[in-house]
């Protein structure tokens, strides 16, 4: 399953959607495992804001059913580096490749998770071809393993269509998106995003149902 | 579960005698601490001052130096209360920008009247305590350096004393060909920051001037300049400092503007106002004394996701007595311009304090 998470707007974070999956994920089944890959925020962030959420992040990551890959500081080796090198794409799905085929073999669902497709597209200097390339490597993962594979993104920077092949790919990958506004009737204490859903069958796409949320 | 683990459970309450021996640091919700802005009505607006760990951008506009106004006001309150400060421009010689600092405002009958001005309106606005909105213990008259936010003077320049010592570096990137030096001396400042320590000691301040300025080498190196602020936001998140960047959005494609706002934790811009404009004169009370209006974007959510929502998002920027920068919601004008309108508020009432705005 191929979920994308977009927010439109720098005011708006979509982060909502991925701690409620990430949540579920935890309760849904005693063998299902997370595999997170942090670009945006750092794990105390992560640890705070699901401890108030009622669920114990380290205890979760004691005891491997969260693993939390810190990409924080990750950059993609300069552009005469790189040419020599077999590919920072390559290499940073070799990673989550072993981490995968380990969790496998315990017959574990695993869910993929990256919380900023920007920021990867900024580690990797802007090579489109780096982050698509990851997001295949990906996206091969749903098949052969049966993983779900979450991203967030933000639609508004490639409006101009800069880089929107990213984008456009992640969408047509996608199973499912979910979208993020602000409340189309303006600012709320109470309820912070509305959320429009798209289930994509057969390559058609029928929205499913929308629905506001609030983060408190 | 994990009993095994001694873990402080997340009811713990860490009683900490940090900011009571440090008037420089406020706790802040979730487990983050404050730094002040320099700028009480700012700090105000975001619910205490600035998170540390936080990258605090601010869109700048061509056609103003406004930004410079809240950059002073914050290089200065951290030097008054001894907090290190990195400082990095496009000018050859940034030293000689600190001597443009605004001193701590010295008299503060100009803030009395206002005050006492203020209760004359507690009656009026009493009903605001039962919102619950948080008791900030701001302005506490107890002397310059011991207060967590001052007032600056921006008529007068900061005494050399406050500058003079070790705790202030200042960077050059006009001749840099790209941001590495800056990255690497970034890199060394917040090192000294660092968040593994248990108790926080002094907080670290980092300003950069108008970041993507055409005069820097780099400056057409969209994807160089991403990168640098992407890990310098990294390198911030795990240290006790803030970094505030300026940064023309209009000198940039949009797609890089658009993703460095979303770098951003806290995201600001300013704007000037034309000059003599009849439309917006007969719109907004106390017109003709802005300089500028300032927006609030988006503030630092660290540990939460509950964002913070504000009742008003732009404020005008004032010079009161063309010395202290104040910023205040914009209040519309009353429409057939008489009296009596429960809308609109003269110009003399509004203050420094957030009065009548047009809501719902």
Redesign the interface.
């Known amino acids: 399953m191929r979920l994308k998470c977009d927010n439109g707007r ?2 708006t ?1 979509s ?2 959607v991925l ?1 409620h999956i990430l949540k579920r994920s935890f309760s849904s089944s005693p063998s299902s495992v997370v595999l997170f890959l942090a670009f945006s ?2 794990f ?2 992560y640890d ?2 699901f ?2 959420l009622g669920c ?1 992040l ?2 979760q990551r ?2 491997d059913r969260f693993l939390f890959l810190d990409m ?2 990750l ?1 993609c080796p300069g552009e005469k580096i790189r040419e020599t090198q077999s590919g920072w794409a390559a290499s940073v799905f070799e990673q989550i490749e072993r981490v995968i085929t380990a969790l496998h073999e315990d017959k574990k669902f695993i869910s993929i998770i990256i919380d900023d497709i ?2 990867l597209e ?2 990797a ?2 090579s489109s071809s780096d982050v698509l390339n990851l997001l295949h490597y990906c996206h091969t993962l749903t098949s052969e393993y049966g993983c779900a594979f979450i991203a967030l993104g ?1 639609k ?5 269509g ?2 929107a092949a990213i984008i456009l790919e992640m969408e047509y990958y996608a199973d499912i998106l979910v979208r993020a506004e602000p409340l189309s009737t303006g ?3 109470d309820v ?1 995003e509305q959320r429009a859903f798209s289930r994509f069958q057969k390559g058609e796409g029928e929205p499913l149902r929308g629905g506001a949320e609030s ?2 | 579960m994990a009993a095994t683990r001694a873990r402080v459970s997340s009811f713990s309450r860490n009683v900490s005698t940090e900011t009571s021996q440090n008037p420089g640091l406020k706790h802040g919700p979730n487990g983050t601490m404050f730094i002040s802005s320099g700028i009480p009505d700012l700090d105000k607006i975001l619910g205490g001052g600035f998170s540390l760990g936080s990258l605090v951008m601010v869109m700048e506009d061509a056609e103003a130096p406004h930004h410079m106004l809240l950059l002073r006001n914050f290089m200065s309150q951290g030097l008054v209360q001894k907090q290190p400060l990195l400082y990095a421009s496009a000018s050859r010689d940034p030293k000689r920008f600190l001597g443009t600092l605004p001193s701590l405002a010295s008299l503060k009958g100009d803030k009395s009247s206002d005050l006492s001005h203020e209760k004359d309106l507690r009656i009026a606005w009493q009903y605001k305590k039962y919102f619950g909105e948080p008791q900030l213990n701001l302005n506490t008259n107890n002397g310059g350096q011991h207060d967590y936010c001052n007032d600056f003077d921006l008529r007068k320049p900061l005494d050399r004393q406050f500058f003079s010592g070790s705790n202030v570096d200042c960077v050059s990137i006009n001749d840099s060909p790209n941001l590495t030096a800056l990255q690497d001396r970034c890199a060394g400042f917040l090192a000294k920051f660092s968040r593994n320590e248990g108790c926080i000691r002094t907080a670290g301040r980092i300003a950069i001037q108008s970041f993507c300025s055409p005069q820097c080498k780099y400056s057409n190196e969209e994807w160089h300049m991403l990168s640098f602020i992407r890990s310098l936001k990294g390198m911030a998140r795990t240290s006790n400092a803030v970094v505030v960047v300026t940064f023309p959005p209009s000198l940039l494609s949009p797609s890089c503007s658009k993703r460095l706002q979303h770098m951003a934790d806290t995201l600001l811009s300013v704007k000037t106002i034309p000059d003599e404009d009849k439309e917006l004169a007969k719109l907004l009370t106390g017109y003709q004394d802005m300089i500028g209006l300032l927006n609030v974007h988006k503030i630092a959510r660290l540990n939460t996701q509950v964002p913070v929502i504000l009742e008003a998002t732009t404020f005008s920027l004032k010079l009161h007595k063309r010395r202290f920068l104040v910023l205040e919601c914009l209040n519309q004008a009353p429409v057939d311009g008489s009296s009596g309108s429960s809308y609109g508020t003269s110009g003399g009432c509004s203050g420094s304090t957030k009065t009548g705005s047009l809501d719902f």
């Open positions: 720098v005011d974070s982060a909502l701690h925020q750092p105390s962030h705070r804001v401890r108030k114990n380290a205890a004691d005891n924080l500081m950059q920007s920021f900024v580690a200097n802007g933000h508004d920077i490639y409006l101009n800069d880089n600012l709320a204490k912070h983060s408190n």
